[in-house]
Nanobody, 126 residues
């Protein structure tokens, strides 16, 4: 199973993007879903996570107040609204599903997530 991200792109500092994460042939129901990012030469970083039942969300400190995660269970899609983008947000953004949990935890760690997408590139540059 592979998730499918889209909606990345090139944007100027201060701009916005809204990547989305779809799951063709697989339901995201009952699973927590997270977004991660990986910049060149850096480790993969947990950005945000959203629970299934009540959409409780957690964010990395570096994106709090700027990014918003949401999910549309009817559309089987998870979104990540990126606002007030900074050059340091430049990375490939990945979504992933946690088959072990329906609720997120504050510490978003890649090893708990089983199904991943191929990533969508976000570049913030003037």
């Amino acid at each position: 199973v592979q998730l499918v991200e889209s909606g990345g792109g090139l944007v100027q500092p201060g701009g916005s993007l809204r990547p989305s994460c779809a799951a063709p042939g697989f339901t995201l129901d009952y699973y927590a879903v997270a977004w991660f990012r990986q910049a060149p030469g850096k480790e993969r970083e947990g950005v945000s996570c959203i629970s299934y039942s009540d959409s409780t969300a957690y964010y990395a400190d570096s994106v709090k107040g700027r990014f918003t995660i949401s999910r549309d269970n009817a559309q089987n899609t998870v979104y990540l609204q990126l606002n007030s983008l900074k050059p340091e947000d430049t990375a490939i953004y990945y979504c992933a599903a946690n088959l072990l949990r329906s609720r997120c935890q504050s510490h978003i760690t890649p090893h708990e997530y089983s199904y991943w997408g191929q990533g969508t590139r976000v570049t913030v540059s003037s």
